[in-house]
């Protein structure tokens, strides 16, 4: 689960930064930060929980 999410962090950060450079690939920033957002609230489920799936 931790691989899961530190690829989802990955490609959310490569995803807002290519979204920032790239004007007419605005919406890339859309699908980072709903990605970011995602792995956070996935974090923070494992953590509260202390699950290690």
């Excluded at 490609?11 to 930060?33: E, N, R, T």
């Amino acid at each position: 689960m931790n691989l899961l999410l530190v690829i989802i962090a990955v490609v959310a950060i490569v995803l807002l930064v290519v979204g920032g450079v790239q004007q007419s690939l605005s919406f890339l920033l859309w699908v980072g930060l709903v990605l970011l957002i995602l792995a956070a609230i996935a974090f923070l489920l494992r953590v509260i929980t202390g699950r290690r799936a």
